[in-house]
C-alpha cells in the first residue's frame, strides 16, 4: 500500500500485524551492510591511533549520495568550492572528501590508511562521517565525507506533553536519527497510556538492511526483490516473534516529520499503537530519489 503526504516526494507504506506461533531463534549474520562494516573498521582504525571515533552521520550520507550522482553524470568530482558549500548548509566547520574503489569495506578502507592515512579517516579534526557505497562493474565504489561539527546538541522532539512510562536510555547502537524517531514513537505511546518500545539491535539491523536494499535496488514496498517480505526477513536474520509489522515512508528530512506523517495515516498510526508490540528497530537510508531519507520502522513481540 502506497500514500503520498504534503508532496509528491514523501511516500509511506504500512504493514499490519502478522501473529504466528513461537519459533525457535536461529542465529543471526553479524555484518549489517557495507557502510556499516567501514564505519566500523574506521573507527576501529581510529581507536588503534587513539583518536575519538566518528559518528555516522545521515546528512552526510545523504549528501555523499548526491556527490556519487554529480560524478556519475558529469565524470568530474565535486570541487573545493562546493565542498565549502555543503559545510556551510551543513553547519560543519571543515569538510573533506575521499573517493575509494575495492572489492569490500575492509580493502577501501586499508587503501586509505594507505594512502591518505592522516589527512582522512585519521585526521583528528573530524568527528563525522557519511558513506555512500555503490556497486559498479570494477567493484564496489564509495563516496566517503568527513565533517568536523562543533557545540552541537542532540535535537529533542519537538512537543513531549507525557514522558513515557518507563524512560529508555539511548541505545548504543543508534544513531541520533534513529533515536529520535524511537523516542518520538515511546511519546505517542504514552500519550495513550501504552508501554514503551525497547529498541533493539537486531530489529534494528534487518531494518537498516531493507533501508539499504530500497536504495540500492530502487524501490518502494514491504516486499524486497532480495529478501521477500518483512516477516521473511526477520526470520532470515533469526528473529522469531508472535507479533509483527512494518512501517516504511519516503522523502522526510526529520525523525518529527516522518512521524507525524505515520500519525496522520490510520494504518501506520495503528502499528505504533499497537499495544502487542514490545520491541522496535530503525532503518534510515538516502533516499534513491534525492528527496530526504527512507525509513524503516520493524515492530516485533517475543
Not at 572528501?97 to 592522516?118: N, R
Request: contains cysteine; aromatic residues 10%; hydrophobic residues 35%.
Amino acid at each position: 500500500m502506497q500514500y503520498r503526504l504534503k508532496k509528491v516526494s514523501v511516500f509511506l507504506a504500512t504493514l499490519f500485524t502478522v501473529l504466528l506461533p513461537f519459533m525457535t531463534p536461529q542465529a543471526a549474520p553479524a555484518a549489517a551492510g557495507d557502510d556499516q562494516d567501514m564505519v566500523a573498521l574506521v573507527n576501529q582504525a581510529r581507536a588503534q591511533a587513539g583518536l575519538a571515533p566518528l559518528t555516522y552521520d545521515s546528512e552526510l550520507s545523504a549528501q555523499a549520495a548526491n556527490n556519487l550522482d554529480y560524478y556519475q553524470k558529469t565524470g568530474q568530482i565535486p570541487n573545493s568550492s562546493m565542498l565549502l558549500q555543503i559545510a556551510k548548509n551543513g553547519g560543519y566547520t571543515s569538510l573533506g572528501q575521499t573517493i575509494v574503489c575495492g572489492s569490500d569495506a575492509k580493502s577501501m578502507v586499508d587503501k586509505q590508511l594507505k594512502y591518505y592515512g592522516s589527512r582522512s579517516i585519521l585526521n583528528a579534526k573530524y568527528n563525522r562521517i557519511g558513506i555512500v557505497i555503490a556497486d559498479t562493474d570494477a567493484g564496489k565504489f564509495c563516496v566517503q565525507l568527513l565533517a568536523t561539527k562543533q557545540g552541537e546538541q542532540p535535537q529533542q522532539p519537538q512537543e513531549q506533553p507525557q514522558q513515557p512510562q518507563q524512560p529508555q536510555q539511548p541505545a548504543s547502537f543508534m544513531n541520533d536519527l534513529q533515536q529520535q524517531v524511537v523516542d518520538l514513537v515511546n511519546v505517542e505511546r504514552a500519550k495513550h497510556g501504552l508501554k514503551p518500545l525497547a529498541a533493539k539491535q537486531d530489529l534494528t539491523n534487518v531494518a537498516m538492511i531493507k533501508a539499504q536494499d530500497m536504495y540500492k535496488n530502487r524501490y518502494f514496498s514491504h516486499t524486497s526483490p532480495t529478501y521477500g517480505s518483512p516477516f521473511d526477513m526477520m526470520r532470515k536474520y533469526g528473529i522469531s516473534y508472535t507479533a509483527a509489522g512494518e512501517n516504511i515512508a519516503m522523502g522526510q528530512r526529520t525523525a518529527a516529520q516522518v512521524v507525524q506523517d505515520w500519525m496522520n495515516s490510520p494504518g501506520h498510526r495503528a502499528n505504533i499503537l499497537n499495544g502487542n508490540y514490545n520491541e522496535i528497530g530503525v532503518g534510515i537510508y538516502q533516499s534513491y530519489n534525492g528527496y530526504g531519507y527512507i525509513w524503516v520502522q520493524m515492530f516485533a513481540r517475543r
